[in-house]
Each structure stands twice: as structure tokens, then as C-alpha cells.
């Protein structure tokens, strides 16, 4: 009995324990809502509940994340809807500026009123919220802007980790927002010479019927006559000489063009001249234009300039240069030295090269009494010449001895003087223009005066009269027999180039502009297809149109310490090289490689043409500025003339290039443009200019192909707008031209001015419109940003709902189910108990 009831006890106190442990599970179950406490418990439901954990953390640290996003994305909304406020007051100003009615004291207010609405501009861009700058890029730790608007920032973005591997972007760099690109936006260049109708202006000269009308300034009109735009020197249209044109650009596909064509000025009858449209239809011809296609459209603004947008959007290719004779040549260098009359449709503020030799004077088209020499005498500091500039100071330093030729000036009657006269010979040592003015006045005789204004040089014949009253008085087209050229020689009396090229003529070859310790050229360099700016490592060929084999280019500079040498850059079929001059009097010049940078050793090779970087040519002109800084055996032991380089002319070559960049640097700007840096001298004492050798060639066979090729610095049409913006640098020069006045291109006329390139207000608000637009852009931009945010908060919360859902389905137990199973479990404790407590209670005595 004793073993029985043992067993039995036991087998019931187990029974009490195990619905006890059940009883406090489901007790737990009920209290914690949960279906297990430990994972021990049940494994496949832990692993369910640590998944599901992981990602409601992620959720949540996403909101966290995003919400912080979201603040920086309202902070940049509040920073930029300041800017656009502000901006609002600048372009107010800008318009109330643009009304010709200010004085130079309304100017100077209004201009500084745009100076603080600029400085404000500048304080917004540098707005940090909790020490981090919103501007910067990812350089978040420094203010962006300098007090000039200079970036010091990058155009890196900042992401936000919303969720695993799902980075969103939230922040809108300084770089974007004031150095962007609008591909939806149009390039438009323009010409910087206002044309007037000629006809209107000298009536007295060109329209017999209308002659005695007083001169009026009108701007020239698409359907008014080539004649009108032109000129004539005389009243009888049907007798107007042939006009020729030549024409140079970039297309909007990238490729390079030249042109050469001619109208009939001439007419009998008004309804069937040459008119100005057909001008502006030729241009567009040559462009690309065609009946059924216009990739550009042509035309005249109100000032008579010629306009030219680019009808693809995003496109920044386009280039003009213009000018027109009546004379027909095959090379531009002839027109400047047989006398032709020029006109021209850009100018620029650029110094020429001294590449003339002679030079003749022209006579005026509608005053007679005029003969001008066709060039302007620049000194070197690039302001015209004055009666006390020194001849040394505007012509070519060979030049010893200026010969002056050329016929009498008319006799009192107004009768040509047809007796010969000697050469003057003026020796230029200490001698100043005025003395030059004296001894032509002198030699010459008659009644003559000779002045000079602006740097050009004109000679007025008194003697020459009226043709039908044989009078002094308007218009003085009659007998003229005087004529002047000048050539200059050398020290042994032999002719040398010296006398500079006229500065409205010219396009590629002008130099670099001269600003302190720099010289910047004023060409961006676009990719050909449009597409944006060039870089260090772009090669020349991508921005040329084309392959630039068998090209070659003059490097025409004042080196370091101002030694005047010319250089040339071929780019050879067997590679590219620099050609230096000999230090060595009568010795061959040096042929130094541009050796491939890529090669690793020991492998040399030189780069062939249309592989060359803009870094190889900021190289190659880097070499060439420091010539004088490096002896003769430095360049000897670069050279390598049998195209089989070694590693000896590497390292030479490597050690001129590490030289020179101790002197001096070359770059390029964010927006293409090359700049040269004295690192010695606050005012450098370099010049530079590079251009194709090839530039003046009108030839047939010139014209036949079109050429590619690249420019860096040009006398070319101005750029109203274009897809990129450079913000401040814009703001700047519209800044400038509301204090100094300027209202359009040409605002100064004849005069000479570093200004003459300044766009005036009047295109200034078209540039600030871009720029307004751009600011509108990145506040869309930024909103989308911030809607995207709200979106991720809005999506992660309702993800959040819905994993803590399934997590409440995976863990949470049910608690109607759970309490049921509990009374059961209560039900059968109790019965466990009653029994445990009966056998208990029992002894031998029940048994009895």
C-alpha cells in the first residue's frame, strides 16, 4: 500500500506542477498580451518578432531621418523664397535704371542700392542652420561666398538614408543655384556696332531727292537697302560698288565655318535692291538654315544690331564674326594693306597684333576733306594713343624709322596738286604722335590739319569743296588728290612689321586681356555637341568640331619677364609638338614633343593630334611663357626631332614644365574660359595670343571644307544669354553698367573703352530673367525635394502601422482564446488539487 500510494502521489504532483506552469504561462499570455516572453519559448516566432523589430527600427530611424531632411529642405524654402523677394527688388531697380532719364547721381544710387540687394543676395547664399552651411555642397562646415560671390563650396549633394540602400537626395548646392544649367533655355549672341541708315545720316551725299533734309540717326531695319546699311560716296544708287563679305562662326552642330559671298549694292529701282534681310537670310544660310529647317534665327534688334539665337534649346555652340569690304581678297591681310574700306560688326577691347608692314590712308565716303589712316594706335597699356604717346609705345619694337609717302594735298583753288612729293622719313626714337602730327603737317603743306582722336589718326584737306558750287560748304565731295601711307622700317632700313591691325577688323588674333597679375581669355570652351563646358581633361578635338590633324597655331606672346617671342603648337599627323624659337641666333628651332602623360614607363610615346588635352596645351603654354627663365640646354634635351622619344626627353620636359609652374599657371575657369597667373608679380608683365595660322585665309580652297578648330581669345559677338549662368559674375556687370550709364552695346560710340564689350542694362534684364527663372527652378527643385520627404514620412509611418500589425499577429496572443484554455487549465488544477487532497487525507484505517 505504502509503494502505491507513492506512486500515486507523485504522478499527481507532477500533474499540479505541470498545469501550475501552465496556469502561470497563460496568466503571463493574459497580462502581457504577449504569446511568448522568451525565445526559448517558441524560435520560429522569435525570428518572426526580430525581423519584424528591425524593421520598425529602420522605419522609425527613417522618419527620424527624413523629418530631418524635411526641416533642412523648409529651411532652404525660407532661404530661397527670400532670394526670390529679393530678386524681385533688383530687376524693380534694373527697370527703373533702364529709363534713359538718369543722372550719373541717380545712376550711382540706384547702382548702390544694387551693390546691397547683391550683398544680401551674397548673405542668404551663406544661411547655415546648426552651424552647417545649406549652400555649401557637402562642404557644410565653411560659409560657401566670399564677399565677391566666389564659391568655395562643391556641387556635391547630401543624401539621406531613408531606408537600406535607398539614399534621397534633400539639399541644393551653391553650385547649382548660381552656376547652373537651364537645358530649356536658348543661346542668343548679338553684334556690339550700332548701324545706322547711312542714307539718313548723309542725305546730302546719298539721296539726290532728299538731299537737303537734315542729318537724322536711324537705326538700320530689315527692309531698308544694303545700300542704307553700307554707304555710298555718292547720290546715284545704280553706280554703288559690289559689297563683299566675310564671315566667320560655329554653328550650332559645333563645327567651324567660314564664308565668303557678295551682293550688288547697286539699283535702278528701289523695290528690287539688295535688302538688309536678304543680308540676314544669307547669315542663316550659312549657319545651317534651310527652307524647311532653321536651326537659328537671324535678326536685327532695335539698335541695328544683328542678333542670333540658337533654336535648339541647351545648345551653347553658336559664334559670329563679321565684317565686309569692297574689295574682293582672298586674304584678310590684304584688305588692311591696299587701302579697302572696312566696315565693321564687332569690336573689342582687345590689343592687336603689330603684323603690318604698311598701311594706306582711306578716303572718307561722305566728306571728302577726310582721309583716315585705318587702324588705331593702342598704346601698350591698352588706352588710345594721344598727342603725347611715344611712337615706341603703339608700334612694333623693331621699328627704327617711319617712311610716309603719298600725294599733295589740293591747291587753293580745289584743284589736285599733282606735283611729286619725297618720302618723310621719321625716326621714332623719343618721338611722340605729336611730333609725328607736326612733320606730316609740315611736309605735306597745303591747308591741311592732322589730329588724332581715339588712337586714329585723320588728315583734312581744307582745300577740297563743294562739286556743284565750287564752295566751302557741304558736302565736300569734290576734287581730292591728297593720299598717305605709312611702312615702317627697321634699323637697316628695311621694312618690318610694326603697325597694329585695327581692333573692330580683327578676330582671333587679339591678346589676352590684361588684368593685374592675369590674363584671361574671354571663349568658353564648349564640348561640340553642346553639352556644357571643357575641362583640364578634355580633349581639343571634342570641342574643335572635328579633327585638328595637320593644324597648326601660333603662340604670339611676351613671356615672364616680357621678352617678345612667337611660338607655334603643331598638331602633326606623327604627333604634336612645340616649336620654340633657338636662343642660339641662325640655329634651327627647338621641337619639343607633348608627350603622352598616360604612358607608364617604359613606355614613350607623343600624343597624336586629336588626342590632346586642354591640360597638354595649358602645358604647352606654360613651357613657351617661361622661355627666358630657362637655359638653351634645358629645351635642348626635351627636344626630339626622329619621333622616337626616350625617358631622358620626358624627364626634361617634365622638369620644364615643373619650372615654369613655379612661376606662373595656367587654368581654366568653371566656364571654360583659359587664365594665365603671374605667381612673381601683381602686375604681370606677359601677353599672349594664339591663333589658327590659317585665320585670314578666304581662299577657294579654305572656303571649299568647313575647318574645326579652337579659339581662346576673338573679337567675337557678344552672348546675351546662354543655358549656363555665372550669377554674380553677370550680376556684377549689370551692376556696372547701370553706374557707368550703359544702355546698350555701343553705348560709348567711336570711343575707346574696355567697355565696349559690356552687354548695358537693356540686355541685362534679359540676363537677369534667365537668372530669376533659374532661382524659380531651384525653388521647384527644393519643393519636390521636400514633398518627397513628406511622402517617405507619410509611407514609413503607414509601413511602421503595418509591421506593428503583423508583429501584433505574430506575438500578440488572443486573449478571449488564451482566457478559455486558462479556465480549463483552472478547472483541471482544481480537480489535480481535490484528488492530491483526498489521497492525502487517506489511511490504513479507510482500508479496514
Known amino acids: ?22 496556469l502561470n504561462d497563460m496568466n503571463t499570455k493574459i497580462a502581457s498580451g504577449l504569446k511568448i516572453q522568451y525565445g526559448y519559448q517558441n524560435s520560429s516566432i522569435n525570428n518572426q518578432n526580430l525581423k519584424l523589430e528591425f524593421e520598425k527600427n529602420t522605419l522609425d530611424q527613417g522618419i527620424d531621418v527624413a523629418q530631418d531632411a524635411h526641416n533642412s529642405t523648409l529651411s532652404t524654402d525660407k532661404a530661397l523664397s527670400e532670394l526670390s523677394e529679393t530678386m524681385v527688388q533688383f530687376k524693380t531697380k534694373l527697370i527703373q535704371a533702364g529709363n ?90 548679338t553684334t556690339n556696332i550700332k548701324m545706322l541708315n547711312q542714307s539718313k545720316l548723309h542725305p546730302d551725299v546719298m539721296d539726290a531727292l532728299n538731299k537737303t533734309n537734315p542729318p537724322s ?139 603690318l608692314s604698311s598701311i594706306q590712308g582711306v578716303v572718307d565716303n561722305y566728306d571728302f576733306r577726310f582721309v583716315h589712316i585705318p587702324t588705331a594706335f593702342i598704346t601698350n597699356d591698352n588706352a588710345p594713343a594721344t598727342k603725347n604717346t611715344k611712337l615706341s609705345d603703339v608700334l612694333g619694337e623693331s621699328v627704327a624709322t617711319i617712311q610716309i609717302d603719298g600725294t599733295r594735298p589740293n591747291n587753293k583753288d580745289g584743284t589736285p596738286d599733282i606735283e611729286p612729293i ?105 564640348l561640340a555637341d553642346g553639352s556644357g563646358f571643357a575641362n583640364a581633361g578634355t580633349k581639343l578635338s571634342e570641342v574643335a568640331g ?35 624659337p633657338s636662343k642660339t641666333p641662325n640655329k634651327a628651332e627647338y621641337i619639343i614633343p607633348l608627350y603622352n602623360p598616360n604612358d607608364e614607363p617604359p613606355a614613350i610615346s607623343i600624343t597624336k593630334a586629336d588626342d590632346v588635352t586642354y591640360q597638354q596645351l595649358m602645358d604647352a603654354m606654360s613651357i613657351a611663357l617661361n622661355y627666358s627663365n630657362q637655359p638653351q ?56 595670343m594664339i591663333y589658327n595660322n590659317t585665320t585670314n585665309d578666304f581662299s577657294a580652297q579654305a572656303l571649299k571644307n568647313d575647318t574645326s578648330g579652337i579659339r581662346l581669345n576673338a573679337n567675337n559677338a557678344l552672348t546675351i544669354d546662354e543655358p549656363d549662368i555665372n550669377f554674380f559674375e553677370q550680376i556684377d556687370d549689370i551692376i556696372e553698367s547701370v553706374r557707368k550709364g550703359i544702355y546698350r552695346p555701343d553705348s560709348f560710340g567711336n ?31 527644393n519643393g519636390s525635394h521636400s514633398k518627397t520627404f513628406e511622402n517617405i514620412i507619410r509611407r514609413n509611418e503607414v509601413l511602421k502601422v503595418q509591421v506593428e500589425s503583423i508583429k501584433g499577429e505574430v506575438m500578440g496572443t488572443d486573449i478571449a482564446e488564451t482566457y478559455n484554455k486558462f479556465s480549463n487549465l483552472t478547472t483541471n488544477y482544481n480537480a489535480v488539487l481535490s484528488s492530491t487532497s483526498r489521497i492525502n487525507q487517506m489511511s490504513l484505517v479507510n482500508y479496514l
Do not use: C
Open 546 to 580: 572635328g579633327s585638328i590633324a595637320g593644324q597648326s597655331y601660333t603662340f604670339k606672346l611676351e613671356d615672364h619677364n616680357g621678352v617678345p617671342i612667337e611660338a607655334q603648337i603643331l598638331f602633326d599627323k606623327n604627333g604634336s609638338y612645340l616649336k620654340l
Open 217 to 355: 540717326e536711324e537705326y538700320i531695319k530689315p527692309e531698308d537697302t544694303l545700300r542704307d546699311l553700307i554707304g555710298d560716296d555718292n547720290n546715284d544708287p545704280a553706280t554703288a560698288s559690289k559689297e563683299y563679305f566675310y564671315l566667320r562662326g560655329v554653328r550650332p552642330d559645333g563645327s567651324n565655318f567660314k564664308a565668303k559671298f557678295s551682293f550688288d549694292k547697286a539699283y535702278s529701282n528701289k523695290e528690287n535692291a539688295t535688302s538688309v534681310n536678304d543680308l540676314l537670310i544669307r547669315i542663316g544660310k550659312e549657319f545651317g538654315n534651310t527652307p524647311q529647317n532653321k536651326v537659328v534665327d537671324i535678326s536685327l534688334n532695335a539698335w541695328g544690331q544683328i542678333e542670333i539665337k540658337d533654336l535648339r534649346p541647351g545648345n551653347s555652340n553658336i559664334d559670329f564674326h563679321l565684317i565686309s569690304s569692297d574689295m574682293d581678297v582672298d586674304n584678310l591681310e590684304e584688305l588692311k594693306t591696299n587701302g579697302a574700306r572696312v566696315t565693321s560688326f564687332n569690336k573689342s577691347p582687345f590689343l592687336t597684333d603689330k603684323s
Open 422 to 526: 619725297e618720302p618723310l622719313y621719321i625716326d621714332t626714337t623719343d618721338t611722340t604722335m605729336g611730333d609725328l602730327i607736326d612733320q606730316i603737317k609740315s611736309h605735306f603743306g597745303g591747308d591741311i590739319d592732322v589730329e588724332i582722336s581715339n588712337g586714329r589718326l585723320n588728315i583734312v584737306d581744307n582745300n577740297v569743296k563743294n562739286k556743284e558750287h565750287d564752295s566751302k560748304t557741304p558736302p565736300f565731295d569734290g576734287e581730292h588728290g591728297f593720299s598717305i601711307s605709312l611702312k615702317t622700317l627697321d634699323k637697316n632700313g628695311l621694312e618690318t612689321d610694326g603697325i597694329p591691325t585695327d581692333y573692330e577688323n580683327e578676330y582671333e588674333k587679339t591678346y589676352f586681356a590684361n588684368k593685374g597679375s592675369k590674363l584671361a581669355g574671354n571663349i568658353s570652351q564648349v
Open 100 to 189: 534713359d532719364i538718369h543722372s550719373a547721381n541717380s545712376r550711382e544710387a540706384i547702382a548702390s542700392d544694387l551693390e546691397k540687394l547683391k550683398d544680401h543676395i551674397i548673405n542668404i547664399a551663406n544661411t547655415s542652420i546648426g552651424g552647417d552651411f545649406l549652400f555649401g555642397g557637402s562642404k557644410v562646415d565653411r560659409a560657401p561666398f566670399d564677399a565677391s560671390g566666389k564659391y568655395y563650396g562643391n556641387d556635391e549633394r547630401l543624401n539621406a538614408l531613408i531606408s537600406s540602400n535607398n539614399l534621397v537626395p534633400y539639399n541644393i548646392t551653391g553650385h547649382e543655384l548660381f552656376f547652373g544649367r537651364d537645358s530649356d533655355k536658348h543661346k542668343i549672341i
Open 633 to 688: 640646354e634645358a629645351y635642348l634635351k626635351a627636344e626630339n626631332r626622329d619621333n622616337a622619344p626616350s625617358q631622358e626627353n620626358k624627364n626634361a620636359y617634365e622638369a620644364l614644365l615643373d619650372q615654369a609652374k613655379g612661376v606662373l599657371s595656367v587654368s581654366m575657369t568653371r566656364n571654360g574660359k583659359i587664365e594665365i597667373q603671374d605667381n612673381m608679380r601683381s602686375i604681370s608683365k606677359m601677353k599672349f
Open 1 to 22: 500500500m505504502r509503494i502505491t500510494f507513492g506512486t500515486k502521489y507523485n504522478q499527481m504532483n507532477y500533474y499540479q506542477n505541470v498545469l501550475q506552469n501552465k
Open 751 to 781: 570711343t575707346y573703352t574696355t567697355d565696349m564689350r559690356k552687354l548695358g542694362i537693356q540686355n541685362g534684364i534679359t540676363a537677369f530673367d534667365h537668372l530669376s527663372d533659374h532661382i524659380e527652378k531651384m525653388i521647384a527643385l
